[in-house]
């Protein structure tokens, strides 16, 4: 299986339509359509992009290795800090209160935590 096909197979498995997986990947519909058909590459930025917004573990959509979606706390510690070093030091300071935001909220709402991604562990 392709990238490509990869991609597709993962926003399938997110029940998330193309119109809305390629604006938060920031692609036209039609892009998206034409990398799922295999009629453009998948390349490096919308791997990276798809990985960091929905889950999706890079080496997945590459090779078709291990598992679709990141599941275990370490793997999102790890991909998480990441993230946050690639960023400069104000972005960083602008994530952290960021997160500390939806804490409050979080405590505040008294809500169930967001549901898993379909192959997460129960």
């Known amino acids: 299986m392709t990238v ?4 597709r197979e993962a926003r399938k498995a997110l029940n998330i339509s193309q119109k809305d997986f390629a604006k ?5 519909n039609t892009y998206l359509a034409d990398v799922e058909n295999g009629a453009r590459k998948a390349n490096g930025r919308i791997v ?4 960091v917004i929905f889950g999706i573990r890079e080496d997945w959509l590459k090779t ?3 598992a679709m979606f990141y599941k275990t706390p370490d793997e999102k510690m790890t991909r998480l800090a990441g993230i946050f070093n690639e960023l400069p030091p ?3 300071d602008y994530a952290l209160q960021q997160i500390e935001k939806l804490l409050i909220l979080r405590k505040n709402q008294d ?9 997460a562990p129960d």
Do not use: E, F, H
């Open 4 to 7: 490509n096909a990869r991609m």
């Open 24 to 28: 938060a990947i920031c692609v036209s």
């Open 48 to 51: 990276k992009l798809a990985s």
């Open 64 to 66: 078709g290795g291990g």
């Open 90 to 92: 104000d972005y960083q």
């Open 111 to 119: 809500t169930p935590s967001p549901p898993l991604p379909p192959d």
